[in-house]
């Protein structure tokens, strides 16, 4: 005999304990955008801030270079 407790563990598996933040879309390069995370939005589009400097070199074609 199983105790209850296992055996709906077994059958449903562990419950989530962590807090997954809400899912606010997508960026421009495809990257999940959860609620919080910085974005920039440039002429129709949205980026997530982390992605901005590949952004501007991919599709602006800027160059970043040392002084």
Same mark, same amino acid.
């Given at each position: 005999?199983?105790?209850?407790?296992?055996?709906?563990?077994?059958?449903? %598996? &562990?419950? /989530?304990?962590?807090?997954?933040?809400?899912?606010? %879309?997508?960026?421009?390069? %495809?990257?999940?955008?959860?609620?919080?995370?910085?974005?920039? =939005? &440039?002429?129709? =589009?949205?980026?997530?801030?982390? /992605?901005?400097?590949? &952004?501007?070199? =991919?599709?602006? %074609?800027?160059?970043?270079?040392?002084?």
């Amino acid at each position: 005999m199983e105790h209850p407790e296992v055996t709906q563990l077994r059958r449903t %598996g &562990y419950p /989530n304990l962590v807090a997954q933040p809400e899912h606010a %879309g997508i960026d421009y390069f %495809g990257d999940e955008i959860l609620d919080g995370d910085e974005i920039v =939005e &440039y002429d129709g =589009e949205i980026i997530l801030e982390g /992605n901005l400097q590949r &952004y501007l070199c =991919e599709v602006l %074609g800027f160059e970043f270079k040392s002084a």
